[in-house]
């Protein structure tokens, strides 16, 4: 059974750079059949995708044009685990952040992609 | 800026069946934006339900389920329960990016 297990900080100061930490436990981040995904949440945002890193043969990463400029997602081998780094942090940057994998597979001769597991959730609050 | 559109709200009754549907501003919804559909209840984490357009979970139960209707694709709940009352999100791939709807607030009156 595959489990995401999230750490870091609640708190922060304007200015500062956010740092979060997904331990990954019943699947290797290296693997070729999964990327591995930080998403946020806030109730003026909902749900919005902030990037992900991934391994096929080398590492990849995408990110969200909306924090692009101020967003890294590092894999850590040694320690199975991938992490979120975003920087200048503003109290927009408020939310509950989430880990999550993707999984691709086959269904039904096709390629299929699902979102399994998740991280419990990380509330960061961005305050003076 | 690619947005995907779903129905803010919904109720329906005990029993009944609805639809929610997921929107891309980009034009009709297909397979290849590997439509994904979450459940979530207040303090929790998203929870897969249908991934892929109409692939269940084994946890998903029988009355989810998903497809592609009129360009959009379609989360169904048939025989809806109690329990279903929720915020359900759509998520859709865009060739490196993911995007989420904005979510619909199901309410079981």
């Known amino acids: 059974q595959v489990q995401l297990q999230q750490s870091g900080p609640g708190l922060m100061k304007p200015s500062q750079t956010l740092s979060l930490t997904c331990a990954i436990s019943?699947?290797?981040?290296?693997?070729?059949?999964?990327?591995w995904h930080w998403v946020r949440q806030s109730p003026s945002r909902g749900l919005e995708w902030l990037g992900r890193t991934y391994y096929r043969s080398k590492w990849y990463t995408g990110y969200a044009v909306s924090v692009k400029s101020r967003i890294s997602i590092n894999p850590d081998t040694s320690k199975n685990q991938f992490s979120l780094q975003l920087s200048s942090v503003t109290p927009e940057d408020t939310a509950v952040y989430y880990c999550?994998?993707?999984?691709?597979?086959?269904?039904?001769?096709?390629?299929?992609?699902?979102?399994?597991?998740w991280g419990q959730g990380t509330l960061v609050t961005v305050s003076s | 800026q690619t947005v995907v559109t779903q129905e803010p709200s919904l109720t329906v009754s005990p029993g009944g069946t609805v639809t929610l549907t997921c929107a891309s501003s980009?034009?009709?919804?297909?397979?290849?934006?590997?439509p994904n559909w979450f459940q979530q209840k207040p303090g929790q984490a998203p929870r897969a339900l249908i991934y892929?357009?109409?692939n269940k979970h084994s946890w998903t139960p029988a009355r989810f389920s998903g497809s592609l209707l009129g360009g959009k694709a379609a989360l169904t709940l048939s025989g809806v329960q109690p329990e279903d009352e929720a915020e359900y999100y759509c998520?859709?791939?865009?060739?490196?990016?993911?995007?989420f709807g904005g979510g619909t607030k199901l309410t079981v009156l």
């Open positions: 980009t034009g009709a919804v297909t397979s290849g934006y590997y």
């Open positions: 998520l859709l791939y865009y060739g490196g990016d993911w995007v």
């Open positions: 019943g699947d290797s981040v290296s693997t070729n059949s999964a990327a």
């Open positions: 999550a994998r993707e999984k691709e597979g086959y269904c039904s001769s096709s390629s299929c992609v699902w979102f399994d597991p």
């Open positions: 892929s357009t109409s």
